[in-house]
Every structure is written in structure tokens, then in C-alpha cells.
T-cell receptor
């Protein structure tokens, strides 16, 4: 199956700093990538949809100035958490969609962010 | 408003028996349904999907059933194995649009 990687797998940072998370599709081109945040009780919340070469589409309630998304190429999307606060501590997961398998999304392994 | 609902937060099944995970949806425009499996601290893994033009899709031990009139789908795992213990997410989408996830059901396979 299609492979998606994320880097870093975990990060600890001080409150007020910015953190960048990378999401790469390793063996396919992803015109669309998605960023999710996992909340307690295992639910996945879609934060934004990222299309290569265009601005990301953010879900209601997600601050676009706080969670900066860039989809610079067909294999790379980045999420930058700006001025991170302890409440931003969470598990962030990206996914990429490939046409090879229909509308199936393939997920990265996730990034654990802890803001002190 | 939750468009995809998994009403059972957890389910325990004896090893070797059949596990049945249920999912309901409200949006009649959904035309593609998926199941994902997730271990703690890992990203979800795609398991199986079904298009709205079908009512059943089978892949090894996994079978997904779709009842469009009831807006209900289910995932059957048989026989259940210890490695199946995980959280299972039901998901749905309208073609070319984002995938909407349910809240997940934690499956425990008992020895």
C-alpha cells in the first residue's frame, strides 16, 4: 500500500515557540493531503485540507494563523504550530489521498506534540 | 452534528469468534465508506472500503456490509485474533470530498 511518513515522530517544545511537522508521501504523488488532530476518546478531528499549490482549506473552529499549512509539492505538506501553548499538546496525523485506490486516504504514523 | 456515528465505544470478543463493529451515518450523499484500524500512538491503517453501489465487500477475514436504506454499515472480522485488538474507525465521504470519521470503537479480543 501507499506509504506516508511524518517527521518528527514526537517533539517537546516550550510555550510560545513554533513547531513544524512534515508529511511526505513516499511512493506516490498526493494532490491532496489532510491534517488531523486526535482528541481523547480516540476521535479524529479534521483540521484542514491541503491541495498542492493552493491555500489550505480550514475546518470551522481551526485557527489558520495558528496552524500554518503549506503544500509545496506533490509529496510534501507541512503543518506549523505557531506560538504553541500547552493546550496544543496533542497527536497530529496527516494523510494523503491517492487516485490509485479510489478515494482512500493513507495515514502517516502521527506526531506527538508536548508543549511545556 | 455527527454525520458518522459509532455508538459503541468499546467491544469485547472472544478469540476465534466473530467481531461485528457497527456504524451509522446520516448523510445520504455519502458514496464511499471505509474502515480504519488504529493502534495507540500510530496513524490509522486502511482496512477495507466499499462503494455505495455495492452491499458487501470481502477481503480475507474482513467483510464490510452496507445497508443504504438503513444508512448503516458494519465490519465483520472472523475469526477474531489477538492482533485485532485496536480502535476501529468508520469513515465516509462524498466523491472527491473529505473523509468524515466516526469516534471509533475499541475492540478487545479476549484470550
Amino acid at each position: 500500500g501507499a506509504v506516508v511518513s511524518q517527521h518528527p515522530s514526537w517533539v517537546i517544545c516550550k510555550s510560545g515557540t513554533s513547531v513544524k511537522i512534515e508529511c511526505r508521501s513516499l511512493d506516490f504523488q498526493a494532490t491532496t493531503m489532510f491534517w488531523y488532530r486526535q482528541f481523547p476518546k480516540q476521535s479524529l478531528m479534521l483540521m484542514a485540507t491541503s491541495n498542492e499549490g493552493s491555500k489550505a482549506t480550514y475546518e470551522q473552529g481551526v485557527e489558520k494563523d495558528k496552524f500554518l499549512i503549506n503544500h509545496a509539492s506533490l509529496t510534501l505538506s507541512t503543518l506549523t504550530v505557531t506560538s504553541a501553548h500547552p493546550e496544543d499538546s496533542s497527536f497530529y496525523i496527516c494523510s494523503a489521498r491517492t487516485r490509485q485506490g479510489g478515494e482512500t486516504q493513507y495515514f502517516g504514523p502521527g506526531t506527538r506534540l508536548l508543549v511545556l | 452534528d455527527q454525520q458518522v456515528k459509532q455508538n459503541s465505544p468499546s467491544l469485547s470478543v472472544q478469540e476465534g469468534r466473530i467481531s461485528i463493529l457497527n456504524c451509522d451515518y446520516t448523510n445520504s450523499m455519502f458514496d464511499y465508506f471505509l474502515w480504519y484500524k488504529k493502534y495507540p500512538a500510530e496513524g490509522p491503517t486502511f482496512l477495507i472500503s466499499i462503494s455505495s453501489i455495492k452491499d458487501k465487500n470481502e477481503d480475507g477475514r474482513f467483510t464490510v456490509f452496507l445497508n443504504k436504506s438503513a444508512k448503516h454499515l458494519s465490519l465483520h472480522i472472523v475469526p477474531s485474533q489477538p492482533g485485532d485488538s485496536a480502535v476501529y474507525f468508520c469513515a465516509a465521504s462524498v466523491r472527491d470530498d473529505k473523509i468524515i470519521f466516526g469516534k471509533g470503537t475499541r475492540l478487545h479480543i479476549l484470550p
